[in-house]
């Protein structure tokens, strides 16, 4: 180890030096009205430059009777990788195309981690993922749990890639 490396006191001026151009920067262009800093005020201000690649928010698709249109087939389920998402199936005799439906559908924010493998595995285009992510951020575990509700009236979609086998006349009122 050379003089120069064992002497800490340059590389500590040139970090200064660096760190303090960044702040003048930045607080020259905050007093010209300019925005300087990355800093967004959240919940006030959302960002813009959102990457393209941002998949969002978690959204169940519609029939158009308003029923949900996954089949609880638990693909989605079954492909996470971090173990988010858990359904709970019901049987429904009435439907004979597909007879079984989420009776719970409930999806764990806090561990999520958006690769949207959910909606690439889902035969039937039921769940999507949505770019907006209005009051993700919670103070509680608990609250970072989205029910089956939330994600059917949160933005409802009901134009599925895969429509729904209409019910033969005279089985459904």
């Known amino acids: 180890m050379g003089l ?19 702040f003048l920067r930045n607080m020259f ?7 300087g800093a990355l800093t967004s005020y959240y919940p006030e201000e959302t960002r813009f430059d959102y990457a393209a690649g941002n998949r969002g928010k978690h959204i169940l698709t519609q029939r158009p009777d308003g029923s949900p249109q996954c089949i609880a087939c638990n693909m989605c389920a079954t492909v996470c990788p971090a173990k988010v998402i858990e359904i709970e199936a019901a049987f429904d005799p009435q439907d004979m195309a597909h007879p079984k439906y989420p009776a719970r559908f409930e999806i ?9 493998l959910c909606v690439e595995a889902c035969p039937e285009d039921a769940i999507r993922m949505v770019k907006e992510v209005p009051n ?3 103070t509680d575990r608990w609250n970072m749990w989205l029910g089956k509700e939330e994600l059917l009236t949160w933005q409802p979609h009901g134009d599925v890639a895969k429509p729904y086998p209409p019910a033969p006349k005279g089985d459904r009122a």
């Open 4 to 22: 120069w490396e064992r002497a800490y006191l340059p590389e500590i001026l040139r970090g200064l030096f660096i760190t303090g151009g960044v």
């Open 29 to 35: 262009k905050w007093m010209t009205g300019r925005k």
């Open 108 to 116: 764990d924010y806090s561990r999520c981690v958006f690769c949207g």
């Open 136 to 138: 993700l951020p919670a």
